[in-house]
């Protein structure tokens, strides 16, 4: 049994000391797991000692001595292994409701790259994903096989091995899938890319509108606004060599894939770094990519120290 389960059930029995209690708290929202548990359908438990809970059983308890005369002593169970066998039992769907309602989360398996760092993970389904830097992914490990859903935030490419529904979350959208490899860009937090390798995806903004891309294809959201579907010569995602390939995408937004992809913090300095780009940038090789900034807007730039960056007129 877990540490955090044994001082559960000691709270439940007012059988906690003070320490125990300051620890528990600090993992566990007591208040609230008290009202749950109260309003728990077919649950009815109170936090009551056990001496107490022993004088209650006790007291409603209806048999009489001469019901018990003629039965052999040895063969009459003692009436406090009832009341242990009955907290106990209580204390165990205590638990199991605890663990269901207040930690959830301890199933769902997350993947996380810092900047500058990329990541190849094998699923069980042999589907394999391409996390790009300053990127996560999570699931559940336990309802895989049957839910292949993912939660993505930033930037990944996936190939799905096996046929049956695969589903990716993002924060802008979702992109189902059934066999297939594609690429998913989160651009900031109002633009997503998903460029379409093989097979066939499906893309969902969050109002529920779907669009189809066929391999070959790639589409842009703004704003959960669809926007025209595109043709794509390139059979990879274009971080794979190195670079992205954006389309009017504001600077403040390339500043934090830089950030991503260089480890570096990019900052503005009386210029309007919401004006757009399209072209693409070289994120492995960082004097390339300043120089290209510099021809297209002009703008002059300074470096700090080794981890920072500033834009400036």
């Known amino acids: 049994m877990e540490y955090t389960e044994q001082l ?10 003070v320490e125990e ?3 528990l708290e600090e993992s566990v929202d007591l208040a609230s797991l008290a009202k749950t548990l109260k309003a728990a359908k077919g649950l009815e438990l109170s936090v009551t000692g056990q001496e107490e809970m022993w004088k209650q059983f006790e007291s409603k308890r209806n048999l009489k001595t001469s019901d018990l005369a003629n039965i052999p002593v040895d063969t009459i169970p003692s009436a406090k292994s009832y009341f242990r066998w009955i907290w106990l039992l209580l204390a165990a ?6 663990t269901f309602l207040f930690f959830p989360t301890q199933q769902k398996k997350k993947i996380e790259t810092a900047p500058q760092q990329e990541e190849e993970i ?9 996390l790009s830097p300053a990127s996560y992914i999570s699931w559940d490990d336990r309802t895989w096989e049957e839910n292949r859903i993912l939660d993505l935030d930033g930037q990944a490419f996936f190939n799905v091995r096996q046929k049956g529904a695969f589903l990716v979350n993002t924060s802008l959208g979702a992109v189902s899938v059934k066999g ?10 109002d633009r997503l ?10 893309v969902t903004n969050t109002k529920k509108k779907t669009l189809a891309l066929n391999q070959g294809e790639e589409i842009y959201m703004f704003n959960d606004v669809f926007g025209k579907v595109s043709k794509i010569t390139n059979t990879q995602p274009d971080w794979f060599s190195g670079g992205l390939d954006f389309q009017n995408v504001p600077f403040s937004s390339i500043f934090k894939d830089m950030n991503r992809f260089y480890g570096l913090t990019v900052t503005s300095v009386d210029i309007d770094d919401s004006v757009g780009f399209t072209g693409y940038l070289p994120m492995n090789d960082l004097n390339n990519a300043l120089e290209i900034i510099q021809a297209v807007s002009g703008w002059q730039y300074e470096r700090p120290n080794n981890s920072s960056l500033v834009f400036k007129k």
Do not use: H, P
Not at 93 to 98: D, P, T, V
Not at 180 to 189: A, G, K, L, P, Y
Not at 193 to 202: A, D, F, K, L, P
């Open 122 to 130: 094998l699923m069980a389904d042999n589907t394999i994903i391409k």
């Open 180 to 189: 297939t490899s594609f690429d998913i860009w989160e651009i900031d937090n």
């Open 93 to 98: 769907i205590a638990i199991g409701l605890i």
């Open 21 to 23: 209690l300051k620890t």
């Open 193 to 202: 890319r998903v460029q379409c390798y093989t097979g066939v995806v499906e």
């Open 8 to 17: 559960i059930l000691k709270w439940l029995a007012e059988d906690i000391s």
